[in-house]
């Protein structure tokens, strides 16, 4: 069984810049959930993709969008850099069941963006 | 949404010691998880616990759903117990997280 990967593992960036964050999930899984944890907090929930549409979204603006690919793999995509935006980002993936339910979520390793 | 609350935020112990954490829900959660994050930002899975008692190894994690609290037991610390311990529900789509419990054990 493979379990999530995510790349790059580092990435610095320049406010007003775009970066791509790549997420791909685990074998047997449909869903695939990005989170943002900022330094000493817990991860905040950014949205999730399923069935390769929007299936909920947190409190982050639209400069924050996403894909998933057929093979349910999926990208994150941030648009207009802030210096805020400096966190480790978190891809989960987990399976929704028909009546609805998730199974449990397992995270990948996470990229850390610095942008300066 | 709802709210996840951790206690205790800090906690240090020696080796050996046992230690309980908690985690308290604002609302009814569908599924609990507790995590392990490492020193690289790992987050590991530790239990998934939407209800009822379970153990593994020197780890142990109860639920209790209608009460809206669970709790992660951990017996005979070693210093490889070290790291922020979370524990998160799913109401919807989303995971909820905690804050965290920072765990130091010391030799």
């Known amino acids: 069984e493979t379990g999530v990967t995510q790349s790059p593992t580092h990435l610095i960036k320049t406010r007003g810049q775009q970066v791509t964050l790549r997420c791909s999930s685990q074998s047997g899984h449909n869903t695939v959930s990005w989170y943002q944890q900022a330094l000493g907090q817990g991860p905040q929930f950014i949205f999730q993709y399923y069935r390769e549409e929007e299936n909920g979204r947190g409190n982050f603006p639209p400069r924050f969008s996403g894909l998933q690919f057929p093979n349910y793999s999926s990208e994150l995509n941030v648009n207009a850099l802030e210096l805020d935006d400096s966190a480790l980002y978190l891809c989960a993936s987990s399976s929704l069941w028909r009546d609805r339910r998730y199974n449990e979520q397992f995270f990948g390793p996470g990229t850390r963006l610095t942008v300066l | 949404g709802i709210q996840v609350e951790q206690s205790p935020p800090d906690l240090i112990l020696q080796e050996g010691a046992n230690s309980t954490l908690r985690c308290n829900f604002s609302?009814?959660?569908?599924?609990l998880q507790w995590f392990h994050q490492n020193p690289w930002g790992q987050l590991i899975n530790l239990f998934y616990?939407?209800?009822g008692t379970k153990q593994n190894g020197r780890l142990s994690a109860t639920t209790v759903a209608t009460e809206r609290y669970s709790l992660l037991y951990i017996s005979s610390s070693q210093t490889t117990d070290s790291g922020v311990y979370f524990c998160a529900g799913t109401s919807g789509s989303r995971l909820t997280f905690g804050e965290g419990t920072q765990l130091t054990v010391n030799p």
């Open positions: 609302d009814s959660v569908n599924n």
């Open positions: 616990i939407p209800s």
